[in-house]
């Protein structure tokens, strides 16, 4: 069986621990950052299978930016956008870029949980997410 390893990208803290201990609950290696710059740093150490990534974030670099650098570093990495006050039009762009799929934020965590189990097999994997 195969180890999936997740990336979840975003500077809001409470959404970032919220996602990060339900995927640990779900038995899945991930790995939680604020910035695009820390993503890429992670994404220098190890391969991720998918990244939950925020489209708006402030400082340097947005998801855009980090999408694009991202799909260079590992481009088989399944990105899963989020994007709240940002316009449908850069999800479609990021979509052009390479990403997975994206979803709206305010998300339900079912809902993300739900991208990131199809992300997971499109990887080839038939891990299931547990409940």
Known sequence: MHTFSVLV????????????????QRKINVTGVGSGEDAL??????????????VKMPGG??????????????????????TGHA????????????AFDYVLKPVKLEDLLARVSAALKRKGGDQKLQE
Do not use: C, H, N, W
């Open 9 to 24: 990208v975003d500077d809001e803290k409470d959404f970032l621990e919220t996602v990060v201990k339900r995927l640990e």
């Open 41 to 54: 740093e992670q994404l220098k150490k190890k391969e991720f299978s998918v990244i939950i990534l925020d």
């Open 61 to 82: 670099m947005d998801g855009i930016e980090a999408l694009r650098i991202i799909k260079k570093m590992q481009p088989y990495a399944e990105v899963i956008l989020l």
């Open 87 to 98: 316009s449908v039009e850069t999800s479609i762009e990021g979509l052009k870029l390479g």
